[in-house]
Nanobody
Framework: QVQLVESGGGLVQAGGSLRLSCAAS????????LGWFRQAAGKEREFVAA????????YYADSVKGRFTISRDNAKNTVYLQMNSLKPEDTAVYYCAAQYEALPLRVVNRNGAYDYWGQGTQVTVSS
């Protein structure tokens, strides 16, 4: 059983930056794809970014490419999401998720492909 705890959310003006962190416990993060999703009020949860440990690859939603960066520190069992040039439309609850990596590898951009979820952290971008 893996527990995920997000932190780093808050209120920021448009154009500003935030860094989200997600600390994993109860398992080694090096066996997992770690991802970030977000859910705005009244909308479905959507994929933001993911880091696949076995391939060393990262993936981004088109809406955040060039602005957000996902990274991980396996020694600390932590994944980060650096968010720059924030826009009001980035306002959402951001969730960290973990997907155990076993062949065949699952997709990284679907909610149902993840095994564990954090409780979420609110990010609000004011205009």
């Amino acid at each position: 059983q893996v527990q995920l705890v997000e932190s780093g959310g808050g209120l920021v003006q448009a154009g500003g930056s935030l860094r989200l962190s997600c600390a994993a416990s109860g398992g080694t993060s090096s066996s997992y794809t770690l991802g970030w999703f977000r859910q705005a009020a009244g909308k479905e949860r959507e994929f933001v970014a993911a880091n696949r440990w076995s391939r060393g690859t990262t993936y981004y939603a088109d809406s955040v490419k060039g602005r957000f960066t996902i990274s991980r520190d396996n020694a600390k069992n932590t994944v980060y999401l650096q968010m720059n040039s924030l826009k009001p439309e980035d306002t959402a609850v951001y969730y960290c998720a973990a997907q155990y990596e076993a062949l065949p590898l699952r997709v990284v951009n679907r909610n149902g492909a993840y095994d564990y979820w954090g409780q979420g952290t609110q990010v609000t971008v004011s205009s």
